[in-house]
């Protein structure tokens, strides 16, 4: 059972270039979530996904855009990357509104370094 | 807006020692989930410890528990007989039963001293 894939792990993008991650998980999720990390800052939401066909924006949308692509997928999108988006990415994934665990499951990250 | 505060940014612990991690949060809500994440240096993010608010029980987990006090808004880690695996970076995180968001602490890293 895979649970939440991400990729590329690593990436590294020059100032102005574009670039897009990839999120698939195969638990029957209905939510969908990404988050970036930032040293000192914890977890902060970008964007996410209640269901499919439905987005929202999070706290720090600004410079991203995000494709719930189906049910299982959830793209995050770099239009023009910029030194200030250098971060560690995680998807992440849970059951939705109603789930008594409530949990929400990541997938392992991907490091972006923008020069 | 709901806030999750962990004021701890590092701390330490000898080998089978006993340590606890403190969290707290703001909300209006009466309803809703607590966690602890634990992420060691692969950057995986794993569940430690759930809590719900409706249950008075305080959870645990094998070594680790968890002391809610749902009047103080206060939702702390013990890890007991710590281990040198148990080394890692802690997120305390919160949700709403009616809201799809988590929110995330600052993270508190523990270092186990042989």
């Not at chain 1, 439905?54 to 239009?79: A, H, I, M, Q, W």
């Not at chain 2, 089978?16 to 607590?34: F, I, K, P, R």
């Amino acid at each position: 059972n895979a649970g939440v894939t991400q990729t590329p792990k690593f990436q590294v993008l020059k100032t102005g270039q574009s670039m897009t991650l990839q999120c698939a998980q195969d638990m029957n999720h209905n939510s969908m979530y990404w988050y970036r990390q930032d040293p000192g800052m914890g977890l902060r939401l970008i964007y996410y996904s209640a269901s499919e066909g439905t987005t929202d924006k999070g706290e720090v949308p600004n410079g991203y855009n995000v494709s719930r692509l189906n049910k299982r997928e959830f793209s995050l999108r770099l239009e023009s990357a910029a030194p200030s988006q250098t971060s560690v990415y995680f998807c992440a994934s849970s059951r939705g509104i109603g789930d008594l665990r409530a949990e929400a499951f990541f997938g392992q990250g991907t490091r972006l370094t923008v020069v | 807006a709901q806030t999750v505060t962990q004021s701890q940014p590092e701390m330490s612990v000898q080998e089978a020692e006993t340590v606890t991690l403190s969290c707290t949060y703001d909300t209006s809500e009466s309803d809703y989930y607590l966690f602890w994440y634990k992420q060691p240096p692969s950057r995986q993010m794993i569940l430690v410890i759930r809590q719900e608010a409706y249950k008075q029980q305080n959870a645990t987990e094998n070594r680790f528990s968890v002391n809610f006090q749902k009047a103080a808004k206060s939702f702390s880690l013990k890890i007991s007989d710590s281990q040198l695996g148990d080394a890692a970076m802690y997120f305390c995180a919160y949700r709403s039963s009616g809201t799809y968001k988590y929110i995330f602490g600052t993270g508190t890293r523990l270092k186990v001293l042989a």
